[in-house]
């Protein structure tokens, strides 16, 4: 038995990118960063903050929620699973793009000023 389970809450680095494909299919990219708090040891060395950068695909019907409704900066509750491509770049060296595949989104910020609440979509 094996399991591709990921669970993310964060923030949005810049605004979606959405593209319509065939048949009008949706699919949003965006890059979510989560960031781990800086500590103190016991013995006074510091241990800094560290951001890690995300990148996330959704299709169909959740790319379009994302397209209407999700902003740089807003926080994010995703749900999905990690998927690893290779691809050669112009020069001919090999490289690796991994991302999260979206299965499920919450979101967690609220805007006033569009009269948003936060929902669950899947």
Known sequence: MSVNKVILIGNVGKDPEVRHLDRNMAVANIVLATTERGYTLQNGTQVPERTEWHNVV????????????????????????????????????RRYRTEILAENMEMLSYRQANNQQSGAVK
């Not at 740089?72 to 001919?92: A, N, P």
Request: charged share 30%; no cysteine; net charge negative.
């Open 58 to 93: 959704m299709w169909g019907g959740l790319a379009e929620v994302v397209e209407k409704y999700v902003h740089k900066g807003d926080k994010l509750f995703i749900e999905g699973k990690i998927r690893t491509t290779t691809y050669e770049d112009q020069t001919g060296i």
